[in-house]
């Protein structure tokens, strides 16, 4: 890494920031999927989308697109306003969380690239940062384009992928900011390079898994810790076949 330049701290605290949003971010879409909020914005738009329901008439237009869901046809057919009105505030802010975190990012960013504080190989990574996030909105509505159609419930992988793809953003601008606040590229020792890989794997793995989880509710089929209905291998473990399947299909196995 080239020579300590005297804004670097002022750019790696604002990568921190993001960083920080980026958590809340993943926190909230984890209350949006507990409270089934997920689906109760049937429309994406990018620019527009910014502005809610603000009249009676708005509400009873976004409520009327709502009721034309599987999700209301099938789960929420009881719901009234009130109730719709309560799921729909959950990914609402989510969303306009995800764009405020690209302003956070856009702005400054644009700002330092030109005041020339950003180091020239580095502009790549920043650029790449921007271009992950935009990539991670259209991941995110595709994740509920799934849930639109037919059956009320998004695809495990999606939401996998969706999840995965916000930690691994999150990593990587994380790892450019403490590159960036302690100056200490040059120190890395190669012997610790295997086991952190191992012990990254290892985290993406629980992450994973655990959007399989969330994406099956497979947390609500066995209530007990570590047997399984009395089982250490629980019935129905590999009931699918081939057998692949049941690691990311099969709620019990999951």
Not at 140 to 168: C, E, I, K
């Amino acid at each position: 890494m080239e020579t300590a330049r005297p804004h670097d701290r002022h750019i790696a605290l604002w990568l921190f920031v993001c960083c920080a949003m980026i958590f809340g971010m993943v926190v909230l879409g984890g209350l949006t999927r507990l409270t089934g909020s997920g689906l109760s914005m049937v429309e994406w738009d990018p620019i527009f989308g910014i502005i809610p329901p603000l009249s009676l008439t708005d509400w009873l237009e976004v409520f009327a697109k709502y009721q034309q869901s599987p999700e209301f046809i099938h789960i929420n057919s009881r719901m009234g306003l009130a109730g719709f009105k309560s799921i729909y505030w959950f990914e609402y802010f989510h969303r306009l969380l995800g764009r405020t975190i690209g302003t956070v990012f856009l702005l400054p960013f644009l700002f330092f690239w030109w005041r020339g504080w950003l180091r020239r190989p580095m502009i790549p990574k920043f650029i790449a940062m921007f271009v992950l996030g935009g990539l991670q909105g259209l991941l995110g509505w595709y994740m509920v384009q799934s849930g639109l159609v037919d059956n009320p419930h998004v695809s495990q992988y999606r939401l996998t992928a969706h999840l995965l793809a916000a930690f691994a953003i999150y990593a990587f601008i994380l790892w450019v900011g403490l590159d960036l606040w302690f100056q200490t590229a040059q120190h890395r020792s190669a012997s610790l390079v295997t086991p952190a890989a191992l012990v990254t794997l290892l985290i993406a793995v629980t992450i994973g898994s655990g959007g399989l989880v969330a994406g099956l509710k497979a947390g609500h089929v066995y209530n007990t810790f570590p047997l399984m209905d009395g089982r250490l291998i629980p019935l129905g473990y590999a009931y699918l076949e081939p057998f692949w399947r049941n690691l990311f299909e099969n709620a019990t196995a999951v």
